[in-house]
C-alpha cells in the first residue's frame, strides 16, 4: 500500500464547482493501475464514482456522468476529479482510491457539502 494524500473538499452552493486532488505520498516508481473516485453520502454506503486507468480511458458512475471530470492530463499525480453543476445530493465524503503495484490503497476521505 502507498500513502494518499487528498485535498480539496469543502463547501460550495448547489451549480457550483469543486476540485478534488489525489497524490501518493511515496515516490513512484511504475506507472498507477487506477485511481478511482468513491463517496458515501451519509447514512448511505460508499459507492464508485469515476477512475482513470494509466492507459487514459475513465469510467464514470451515471449519476456524476457529464458533470464530473478527471481529466487525462492530470494523471501523472497528482489526479484531480472535477466536479461541476453539483447538486445537494453530491454531499459525502470523497474517497480516492488508487491500485499501485498490485496493492489497493485508499485515502481517509474528504467532506463535500453541497448546499442549496
Known amino acids: 500500500q502507498v500513502q494518499l494524500i487528498e485535498s480539496g473538499g469543502g463547501s460550495v452552493q448547489a451549480g457550483g464547482s469543486l476540485n478534488l486532488s489525489c497524490e501518493v505520498a511515496?515516490?513512484?516508481?511504475?506507472?498507477?493501475?487506477?485511481m478511482g473516485w468513491y463517496r458515501q453520502p451519509p447514512g448511505k454506503e460508499r459507492e464508485f464514482i469515476a477512475n482513470?486507468?494509466?492507459?487514459?480511458?475513465?469510467n464514470y458512475a451515471a449519476s456524476v456522468k457529464g458533470r464530473f471530470t478527471i481529466p487525462f492530463l492530470t494523471n501523472k499525480r497528482p489526479t484531480t476529479l472535477q466536479m461541476n453543476s453539483m447538486t445537494p445530493e453530491d454531499t459525502a465524503v470523497y474517497y480516492c482510491?488508487?491500485?499501485?503495484?498490485?496493492?489497493?490503497?485508499w485515502g481517509q476521505g474528504t467532506q463535500v457539502t453541497v448546499s442549496s
Open positions: 482513470i486507468i494509466s492507459a487514459g480511458s475513465t
Open positions: 482510491n488508487v491500485l499501485y503495484n498490485g496493492n489497493y490503497s
Open positions: 511515496e515516490r513512484i516508481f511504475h506507472p498507477i493501475s487506477i
